[in-house]
């Protein structure tokens, strides 16, 4: 079956630090990929997209680029801000998939200190 | 209202009693889903409704109950709890076309079974 495997937090970094959390995947089909975003207290948010390879999703200054042939999607940001305290999670969605399901990795927490 | 709702954002309830959680999307979404997010472990789909119909059921215990009278809204029904139930609840909803569409998140109902 399809999974997500996101490298474990939590990751400590100072302000303006550059950030990168991996995500590979695995699945049967050709998935579309994503990060979501959660803030304290807050439900998920979508924070960037691809859905095929080689494209690059952007937001907020984070990119992600989907890379077809080492099954990848690592998310980076150049530098960080306090205000990009959160847990991120890399998804999957299979197109073949009955009812456009998704499929999280386990979320990596984030702590940028001033 | 805007987005994906969610009715109540926090509940407390002993194991005999019986409570509904309601999520209702403004967006004119096709398909509504529950999540399940517990301490330490990655987001658990529940269940998903694509045009009112319940397609995918994730071996879900009896004691949660789903309900989507119309494309818009969507209920939970809690009944016999067991304190492991106890975590937030995610409803989303997507438009679903050609599979791999971006799924909405509401921000969730923190619950504590007691």
């Known amino acids: 079956g399809d999974s997500v495997t996101q490298m474990e937090g939590p990751v400590t970094l100072s302000e303006e630090a550059f950030l990168t959390i991996n995500c590979t995947y695995t699945?049967?089909?050709?998935?579309?990929l994503f990060w979501y975003v959660q803030y304290p207290g807050e439900g998920l948010q979508l924070l960037l997209k691809?859905?095929?390879?080689?494209d690059k999703g952007s937001n907020k200054g984070f990119e992600a680029t989907y890379r077809k042939e080492t099954t990848s999607f690592h998310l980076e940001k150049g530098s960080v801000q306090v205000s990009d305290s959160a847990v991120y999670f890399c998804?999957?969605?299979?197109?073949?998939?009955?009812?456009?399901?998704?499929?999280f990795g386990g979320g990596t927490r984030v702590l940028v200190k001033p | 209202e805007t987005g994906v709702t969610q009715t109540p954002r926090h509940l407390v309830m002993g194991m005999t009693n019986k409570k509904s959680l309601k999520c209702e999307q403004h967006?004119?979404?096709?398909?509504m889903y529950w999540y399940k997010q517990s301490a330490k472990k990655p987001l658990e789909l529940m269940f998903v409704?694509?045009?009112?119909?319940?397609?995918e059921n994730n071996s879900v215990p009896s004691r949660f109950s789903p309900e989507c009278p119309n494309s818009s809204h969507l209920f939970l029904h809690l009944h016999t709890l067991q304190p492991e139930d106890s975590a937030l609840y995610l409803c989303?909803?997507?438009?679903?076309?050609?599979?791999?569409?971006?799924?909405?998140f509401g921000p969730g109902t923190r619950l504590l079974v007691l």
């Open positions: 989303a909803s997507s438009q679903i076309r050609s599979g791999g569409e971006t799924q909405y």
């Open positions: 699945a049967t089909g050709y998935p579309s």
């Open positions: 691809a859905t095929k390879a080689d």
């Open positions: 998804a999957l969605s299979d197109r073949k998939a009955a009812g456009n399901k998704l499929t």
């Open positions: 967006l004119g979404h096709n398909a």
């Open positions: 409704y694509s045009l009112e119909e319940r397609v």
